[in-house]
Each structure stands twice: as structure tokens, then as C-alpha cells.
């Protein structure tokens, strides 16, 4: 099973959001630990022990995978991974949701929501996004329980497009949301999308 996790907030209330990506380090909000901690206590009522940690290299990642952790002992110590990392915005890093509307406009935004397809500018890197998840889920698994995978909502969509399993669900993660997909002989099956505890 694959538990994909969206990091916490990083933006404080009533701050205007922007789209970060992987050129700004930001560390998570006193409510992102929150939202971290709810995931963790979440995981822990359904009994889930998770046999790997797989994180995007940013901080805002690694603090929302250890506040899980906290919360499930024995859990294993996160590795980064570099086809988790947060997309890079190019001329659109840092800025205002409606400057970046402005700049790109309503269809290109609606293309890389509803189907992943990155604008003008965004550097993305999506073959190599598709391999790592692919090789993810293609990897031989025993019982030895679920991996847990951290990363922001642009590199999280490209588990539902490697999985062929985009149909199934609205490709964006909320802050402190989670996806589940479950191996299944013959494929993989989507379990939830866009949850929090």
C-alpha cells in the first residue's frame, strides 16, 4: 500500500497563498505540525506501521513526515528522493495566485489541475517523475507494510498519472491531505484521494 501525504501548511492565516515550489525552503506553520500530527494519530487508529519513508529533499516535507512519525514508533527514518521534489514554478515562483492566473491564464492553470500538463515556464521533469513513481509501484513487494511518501501537490499527481489512475480522481492534494493506493493482482487500485483526518 502507498499512503501519499501533501506537507502541512507554510503559509499563515490570512497570508495570500503562493505557489513555492522547489526554489523556496519554507518550514511548516504552527497548523501544518497540526495537520502532520492529525495525519500521524490518523495512521496510528487504522494500525498502519509503515515500512518505508520516502520524502521530497524540502524542509516543509521532512517536518510534516516526522510529525507523523512521531506519533507511529519504530517508524523508519525518512529517505529523500529526488522525483518527490516540489516542481519548480520558474517565472511564476513566489507569486500570487492571481499573478500567476494573469500571467498563464484560466486553461493552462485548468490543464495542469485536471491533467497534469505543465505551463509555459514550469520546469517539471515529468518523464523522470513517471519513471520513479512506475518503478515504485513495480517494485517486488512482500508484507512487509505500507510506504509512506510525503511531497507537495505538483509532484503527488504524477502517482495517479503513473498508476494510470487520473480518471478516478481530481489530481490535487490538499495541505495535510492524503491519497492511498493499493496493489492489487492485476493492477492498482485508488482507495482514497484528497483526504485529511
Do not use: Y
Not at 1 to 28: C, K, Q, W, Y
Not at 69 to 75: I, S
Not at 88 to 112: K, Y
Not at 161 to 182: D, H, N, R
Amino acid at each position: 500500500m502507498f499512503v501519499i501525504v501533501r506537507h502541512g501548511n507554510t503559509f499563515e492565516s490570512g497570508e495570500p497563498p503562493r505557489r513555492i515550489g522547489a526554489r523556496t525552503d519554507l518550514p511548516l506553520t504552527a497548523k501544518g505540525r497540526a495537520q502532520g500530527a492529525a495525519l500521524g494519530a490518523h495512521f496510528a487508529a487504522r494500525g498502519w506501521a509503515f515500512a518505508r519513508v520516502l520524502v521530497s529533499p524540502l524542509r516543509r516535507t521532512r517536518e510534516t513526515a516526522q510529525a507523523i512519525a512521531d506519533h507511529l514508533p519504530g517508524t523508519p527514518a525518512a529517505q529523500p528522493c529526488d522525483w518527490l521534489r516540489e516542481i519548480d514554478h520558474g517565472p511564476d515562483e513566489n507569486a500570487t495566485e492571481e499573478a500567476v492566473l494573469a500571467r498563464i491564464g484560466a486553461q493552462a492553470l485548468a490543464d495542469w489541475d485536471e491533467r497534469g500538463l505543465p505551463p509555459s515556464g514550469w520546469e517539471v521533469d515529468a518523464p523522470a517523475r513517471l519513471a520513479g513513481w512506475r518503478a515504485l509501484f513495480e517494485e517486488p513487494r512482500g508484507d512487509d507494510g505500507p510506504v509512506l511518501l510525503v511531497t507537495s501537490n505538483g509532484a503527488a499527481r504524477f502517482a495517479l498519472l503513473a498508476a494510470g489512475l487520473e480518471a478516478q480522481a481530481g489530481m490535487k492534494l490538499p495541505t495535510g491531505g492524503f491519497g492511498v493506493i493499493v496493489p492489487e493482482p492485476g493492477g492498482l487500485r485508488l482507495a482514497c484521494w484528497g483526504e485529511r483526518p
